[in-house]
């Protein structure tokens, strides 16, 4: 977007005063109205929405957005409520973890896949499968993998290991490290696919200067690959950051947010109020709050990226 | 004089596949050789190898009378610059320069001194605190040109550095690379299929095909006594020409019937008996007008087609039944479907043998 927004207005400190409005309205007219129709549903999706949103958190509405302003009361009570506060510190160390181990995992297996072996498009294809997985089928699967019963623990208990014990679906303190498995799972192989392409656009010679360099191999991984990567891990982290924002299915699915509240996160606290608990004036002030938190990471991360006019490289 | 690098019955298969087979080269110091050939003929294969960067399947190289074959390449005292630059592009130039050293853990004030003196003698020193994106085509290969002279090395290996550049800074980095050579007296090895190049960087060319070296001589007798066809035609833009037909004594008869005496021409070989042979005369060795008539043969040619190029004109005509490109000077008004005398400078030709293509 600041790719076309510089020049644009560079182009228009140029113009005279007189033909500035006309070049606003009248420059590339096919093009603007060809972009009408995007820019009607951003204004009246997202744009409207949101403020739709944020307005009734601030209302006692309950079944029905109806409700009469009430100030911050909404608030007051969210944060006052454990389940919430449980949500949010749930998908704060969910999220740092998975979108850590995501990419070293993922970067990891790029780098090893991309040692030339045999049968690579075999392994690439095995490791992306689970991407094509819904969460709640993910969810499902790993339910019954993880279920203390039915699952690994209940099988090698039978075979005869009685001593082993893998029970974290069901013990609130490492609940949070089973949804952990369940969506590295899911996430590590597209990971892995998007660090790939990025590896192999890292241009073969670059590699020889380095080794004629004498620079190691992990150093030149380090402080050359990388560095010549960031496109790449800037889409990695922006498409996996935006997955643990909204993760609801896998929770749903892997634990619904059980043993007790242990694995409550913020969307299904959400959701739970406005379309079983009745209360969207509560519901819609946790959701105000999910965004408020995304755009508290985005806009200095927005601002160091396109700020600064011809800082970009 | 003292070897340099010596490669001795080097051999490389890529699987069933035998790119170098039982080559051998050996390059005095301070010497530029020239690898030349078309793509695919195995010469960037060669000098990954010399680099360390391919490992050989057999043979040995020696770098400064230390056998190498089996070190890595930073052991091996070369640079190297590649046709990409490969530049490490999130450094700024210094950097670039520096990096190799600073991980090899040089101390700092000697680091510092050996990136002044290459960007001294590569005029680089404005450009130190630049990126690589900031930087023309030209200026990147001087950065990785630098690269390989931080290194201190005794042998520095040029991959087609100049193929990523437009003809005209091409010459221009050409005559540096020229200046370099003669002020830092170091040995160069440096791959190209352009034939320019070759001809006016080179002490001596190795000319290769399909893995084998075909000659390796300087750039003079390459240009002027080919060992065989294929180099004859390889060198020479435009190409030689070539006249099949047949040799007996002193008496070359073309397939059309033609007889050229060719008893001015420095047989490397006497055959006896009538042998199939081809007649190669270059461009320039055939004559027009007065010079035409001093020369062993002389015939009538009808011009088809003339290109002018500013300093010289050539024109395209028939000789022996066989399309004959001769050059001369641009004075000389030629048109087409003109009759003019063109004499062949016969002890200037190549004759080689049309079976086993060896000069004769």
């Known amino acids: ?313 | 004089m003292q070897q340099s690098v010596s490669i001795r019955d080097l051999t490389l298969n890529f699987g069933s596949v035998k790119v170098l087979e039982h080559l051998n080269l050996d390059i005095a110091q301070g010497e530029f050789i020239v690898l030349l050939g078309p793509s695919g003929c195995g010469k960037s294969t060669l000098l990954n190898c010399i680099a360390g960067l391919l490992d050989v399947s057999d043979g040995q190289i020696f770098i400064s009378g230390k056998n190498v074959t089996w070190l890595e390449p930073k052991d091996r005292g070369i640079g190297m610059v590649f046709q990409s630059y490969a530049l490490y592009p999130q450094m700024t130039v210094e950097k670039n320069l520096s990096f190799g050293l600073r991980v090899a853990g040089m101390p700092k004030a000697e680091i510092d001194q050996r990136v002044a003196r290459a960007a001294e003698i590569l005029q680089i020193q404005p450009l130190l605190q630049r990126k690589p994106a900031n930087l023309s085509g030209g200026q990147r290969q001087r950065v990785a040109i630098g690269r390989a002279l931080v290194r201190d090395v005794d042998v520095f290996l040029f991959d087609e550095p100049l193929s990523n550049l437009d003809a005209k800074l091409r010459s221009d980095l050409r005559v540096e690379i020229k200046r370099l050579h003669q002020r830092l007296k170091n040995t160069m090895i440096y791959v190209t299929h352009d034939q320019i190049e070759a001809l006016t960087l080179a002490d001596r060319i190795a000319i290769m095909k399909n893995g084998v070296i075909q000659q390796l001589a300087d750039p003079a007798t390459i240009y002027n006594k080919p060992v065989n066809l294929y180099v004859a035609g390889f060198i020479g833009s435009p190409s030689m020409n070539f006249i099949p037909g047949t040799l007996d004594g002193e008496t070359f008869t073309a397939n059309d019937g033609t007889r050229i005496p060719v008893g001015a021409y420095d047989f490397v070989t006497r055959l006896s008996g009538a042998t199939k042979s081809v007649l190669g005369v270059r461009p320039e060795h055939i004559l027009l007008g007065d010079a035409a008539r001093n020369m062993p043969f002389q015939t009538q040619a009808e011009i088809e087609i003339v290109e002018p190029m500013g300093s010289e004109t050539l024109a395209w005509t028939k000789v022996a039944g066989v399309p004959v490109t001769f050059r001369c000077s641009s004075d000389i008004p030629l048109h087409v479907g003109e009759k003019v005398t063109v004499g062949f400078d016969i002890a200037r030709g190549s004759l080689f043998n049309a079976e086993s293509e060896a000069r004769l």
Request: hydrophobic residues 55%; aromatic residues 12%.
């Open chain 1, 1 to 313: 977007m600041a790719d076309t927004a510089a020049p644009l207005a560079m182009g228009a400190e140029r113009v005279d005063r007189p033909g500035l409005l006309q070049r606003i309205f009248l420059h590339n007219v096919p093009a603007k109205i060809a972009a009408l129709p995007m820019v009607a549903t951003v204004l009246v999706v997202f744009v409207g929405c949101v403020a739709w949103t944020i307005y009734y958190s601030f209302t006692n509405s309950k079944l029905l957005p109806t409700g009469k302003f009430v100030g911050f009361d909404q608030y007051e009570r969210l944060f006052a409520t454990s389940r919430w506060n449980v949500s949010v510190w749930n998908l704060i160390a969910y999220g740092s973890m998975s979108l850590v181990f995501t990419l070293v995992i993922g970067f990891i297996l790029a780098v090893l896949i991309d040692q030339k072996i045999r049968f690579e498009s075999a392994f690439r294809t095995i490791m992306l499968y689970p991407f094509a997985l819904s969460f709640i089928v993910t969810g499902l699967v790993w339910q019954w993998i993880m279920n203390p019963t039915l699952g690994l623990q209940g099988t090698l208990r039978g075979l005869g290991w009685t001593g082993f014990t893998f029970d974290w679906i069901a013990n609130p303190r490492m609940v949070l490290f089973a949804l952990l498995i369940a969506g590295l799972w899911h996430g590590t192989g597209f990971c892995m696919v998007l660090m790939l392409a990025g590896l192999r656009g890292v241009d073969e010679e670059v590699w020889k200067a380095a080794r004629i360099d004498g620079i190691p191999t992990w150093r030149t991984y380090v402080s050359i690959v990388i560095p010549m990567m960031r496109g790449v891990l800037v889409t990695a982290v922006v498409i996996i950051g935006s997955g643990i924002v909204r993760l609801y299915d896998l929770v749903v699915a892997l634990t619904n947010g059980g043993p007790g509240i242990s694995s409550e996160v913020p969307a299904k606290y959400v959701f739970n109020y406005m379309f079983s608990g009745g209360n969207i004036g509560q519901g819609l002030a946790g959701a105000t709050m999910m965004l408020l938190t995304v755009l508290i990471i985005m806009i200095p991360w927005a601002y160091l990226e396109f700020g600064g006019k011809g800082r970009r490289t």
